[in-house]
C-alpha cells in the first residue's frame, strides 16, 4: 500500500541516470537511420559527462554496432549500460517508467502505452518497463501496474503535488474512453499522488502528433516558474492558440495559492519536411533536465542563442547546452520525447 509521502519528483531532482531506445531499422528512423544516429550519439556523449546512459538496443548485432559508434566517437563507455529488447520505436518518454519517490525509496508506476491513441503499434514498447524490472536492470523498491493509458510526455511535475497537463491529449476518447476528466483527475490524483492538477486547454506544436504533449508547449522550471513557448507572429497558425495558451497560464496558481513567474520561450520559424511539405514540431520547451545541466534542442533557427540565454536564466547553476535535432522532428519529437530520466538509485 502507498503511503502518503509518496510523490511525483521534479525532473530537476537528483537522477542515476538517462534511458533512451537507440534507433533501429525496424522503427520508424529506418530512411534516416544515420543520420538519426548522429544525434544519439551527441546525446551520449553529453550525458555521460553527468551520469549513467541506460541505452535499449533491438538484438546482439545491434550491441555490436551501438558499441562501435560510441567507441569512434570516444564516448566515455564506463557510463553505458546497453540492455537488449525488441521495440517498435524510440520514444522512451513516452512508454519509460514514470517513478514516484517516497524518501529515498523509488517505485514504479507502471502504465499501458497504446501508441498515442492507437495512432502506431505499440505493443513491444508497452512491455518494455516491466521487462526492464524483472530482469533487475532496473531496481525500484516497487512497482505499480495500471490498466490506464498515460504518457510520460503528457505530463510534467513540479515536485510538491502539482502537475501540468493538457486537456486535449489526456482526455481524447482514444486512450480512456471510459474516465471523463473528473474519473481522470480522480485516477491520476491517486495514482500519482498528485494533489493538484492543471489543465491547458489551448496550446499546440504543428507536426507534433501526440494529441500536444505538455512537454512540448510549457514545463516547470522550478516549484514556481514555467516556461512556455510563446509566438510574436500574428500570420504564424500558431499565435491565437499559444496566446490563449498564455492567458490561461497567467491565471494558474501553485500549490500556495501564489500565481507562477511565467517565462517565455522563443518560437523557432516554421521548418518544414521536404518530401511532404508537412510542418514539423520544433520547439525549445522539449529541453531534458540531468545532473549539472540542462540539453536543449536546437534547429539551426537565428533563436536558438535566445532559447539558451533563456533557459539559463531557468537553470543558474547548471550547464546549458544545445544539441541540433533538426534530424528527429522529422518524426515528429524533440529531444525530451526521446529520452526519460531515471531517479536516484533506480538504476
Given at each position: ?249 497567467k491565471i494558474f496558481c501553485n500549490i500556495d495559492g501564489k500565481p507562477y513567474r511565467l517565462i517565455p520561450l522563443p518560437f523557432p520559424k516554421a521548418v518544414y519536411d521536404s518530401e511532404d511539405n508537412r510542418r ?32 539559463q536564466g531557468c537553470f543558474p547553476s547548471r550547464e546549458i547546452i544545445g544539441i541540433d535535432f533538426s534530424v528527429a522532428i522529422k518524426q515528429s519529437g524533440s529531444l525530451h520525447c526521446l529520452t526519460m530520466q531515471l531517479p536516484k538509485g533506480l538504476l
Amino acid at each position: 500500500m502507498l503511503k502518503n509521502s509518496v510523490r511525483l519528483p521534479a525532473e530537476w531532482e537528483s537522477q542515476s541516470g538517462v534511458l533512451i531506445t537507440w534507433p533501429h531499422i525496424n522503427s520508424d528512423w529506418a530512411p534516416m537511420l544515420t543520420e538519426i544516429e548522429s544525434v544519439y550519439i551527441q546525446l551520449s556523449l553529453v550525458i555521460t559527462r553527468f551520469q549513467k546512459l541506460l541505452i535499449i538496443a533491438y538484438d546482439e548485432t545491434h550491441v555490436n554496432h551501438i558499441n562501435s559508434l560510441l567507441s569512434i566517437a570516444k564516448v566515455d563507455t564506463s557510463k553505458i549500460i546497453i540492455y537488449i529488447e525488441k521495440t517498435n520505436d524510440t520514444w522512451t518518454r513516452d512508454y519509460g517508467p514514470i517513478t514516484l519517490r517516497e524518501n529515498n525509496r523509488n517505485i514504479i508506476a507502471n502504465f499501458t502505452f497504446n501508441g498515442w491513441g492507437n495512432k502506431f503499434d505499440a505493443q513491444l514498447d508497452t512491455a518494455l518497463t516491466s521487462k526492464l524490472v524483472e530482469e533487475k536492470c532496473l531496481k525500484p523498491d516497487a512497482i505499480n501496474h495500471f490498466n490506464f493509458v498515460l504518457e510520460g510526455g503528457s505530463v510534467d511535475s513540479d515536485g510538491t503535488g502539482t502537475l501540468l497537463t493538457t486537456s486535449t491529449c489526456l482526455l481524447t476518447d482514444t486512450r480512456n474512453p471510459d474516465y471523463n476528466k473528473e474519473k481522470v483527475e480522480s485516477f491520476l490524483k491517486t495514482a500519482l499522488r498528485i494533489k493538484k492538477i492543471l489543465w491547458l486547454d489551448h496550446g499546440y506544436i504543428a507536426g507534433d502528433d501526440t494529441d500536444n504533449h505538455i512537454d512540448m508547449i510549457a514545463r516547470f522550471t522550478d516549484e514556481n516558474t514555467i516556461a512556455y513557448v510563446k509566438c510574436d507572429d500574428q500570420e504564424d497558425e500558431h499565435f491565437e492558440a499559444l496566446a490563449a495558451m498564455e492567458t490561461q497560464l497567467k491565471i494558474f496558481c501553485n500549490i500556495d495559492g501564489k500565481p507562477y513567474r511565467l517565462i517565455p520561450l522563443p518560437f523557432p520559424k516554421a521548418v518544414y519536411d521536404s518530401e511532404d511539405n508537412r510542418r514539423l514540431p520544433a520547439s525549445y520547451a522539449n529541453f531534458l533536465i540531468i545532473n549539472g545541466a540542462v540539453l536543449v534542442p536546437v534547429y539551426g533557427d537565428e533563436q536558438d542563442q535566445h532559447a539558451l540565454a533563456v533557459l539559463q536564466g531557468c537553470f543558474p547553476s547548471r550547464e546549458i547546452i544545445g544539441i541540433d535535432f533538426s534530424v528527429a522532428i522529422k518524426q515528429s519529437g524533440s529531444l525530451h520525447c526521446l529520452t526519460m530520466q531515471l531517479p536516484k538509485g533506480l538504476l
